[in-house]
Each structure stands twice: as structure tokens, then as C-alpha cells.
């Protein structure tokens, strides 16, 4: 059986996956080298919405998974520090209280967002002075 090249594997697998975010997590599936290779660009467009019991469901980007805070806080504590850094560059968030540590701590996780939507904001200087902004929504 012939073996591609690295390399050109590698980029088959990063193309495929930003062509379709979705299936990012079942192309993690495939071998370790994939998961390490594909698992930034999963996170590379985050939308999170808080907690159902709170809030109905929103209607997800197209193409694009949408995350609970729930269930996105482990995934950032389980990553080392540059990891969300360095994948996260769209962050789309409910709403970010003053007194809400889940959403401070998500945006001190994600510190190299080019571009930041957020629904009901509350004082963003404290947040927005430590991003390399492009855009804020």
C-alpha cells in the first residue's frame, strides 16, 4: 500500500477540515498525527451559547459547532496555556457579566481573538485591552 508524504497528508487533513469544521472531530478519530494536526482549526471559530436551562437554543452558525460553557471550560483547562492562544482567533459569546468568571475565564483562555461578538455585554474595557482586535461585534 503506498504512504503519502507527511507532509501532504498533513495538508490534505487541514484542508478537509476547514472546509468543514464539523467533521473536524470525527477526523480526530483517524490517528493521533490527525487529531494533533486538525484539532486547532475545531477551535479555531468558537460559538458559545450559555446553558439551555437559561437560554433557548440558538441557531448555530452554519458549518460552524456551537459549545457550552459547560463543556468547553474542561476542554481549556485540559489544554496547555498557548493552546487556545494560539487556535482561537473568532469567538462568538452569549453574554459576558461583570461577576461571570466562566465567560472571564474563556476570554483570558482565547487572548489572540481577532475578531469578538458578544450579546449583552456589560463594561468591556477590563476585557478588550489584552486582544490583538480586529473586529468587535
Given amino acids: 500500500m503506498p504512504n503519502l508524504p507527511n507532509d501532504l497528508e498533513r495538508e490534505i487533513f487541514k ?3 476547514v472546509s468543514r469544521p464539523l ?3 470525527t477526523l480526530m478519530l483517524v490517528a493521533w498525527r490527525v487529531k494533533v ?3 486547532p ?3 479555531r471559530t468558537i460559538v458559545i451559547w450559555q446553558s439551555a436551562r437559561f437560554a433557548p437554543t440558538p441557531t448555530p452558525i452554519e458549518g460552524h459547532p456551537t459549545f457550552y460553557r459547560k463543556t468547553l471550560i474542561p476542554i481549556i483547562k485540559s489544554k ?3 493552546f487556545f492562544r494560539d487556535s482561537v482567533r473568532h469567538l462568538l459569546i ?3 457579566p461583570e461577576e461571570d468568571t466562566q465567560g472571564q ?3 483570558s483562555a482565547c487572548s489572540g481573538l481577532e475578531d469578538l461578538c458578544v450579546f449583552e455585554l456589560h463594561p468591556l474595557s477590563s476585557h478588550s485591552q489584552h486582544f490583538p482586535l480586529k473586529r468587535l461585534y
Fill in 15 to 17: 484542508i478537509s477540515a
Fill in 23 to 25: 467533521c473536524i472531530p
Fill in 37 to 39: 494536526w486538525v484539532e
Fill in 41 to 43: 482549526t475545531l477551535y
Fill in 80 to 82: 496547555p496555556l498557548p
Fill in 94 to 96: 452569549h453574554q459576558i
Fill in 105 to 107: 475565564f474563556i476570554l
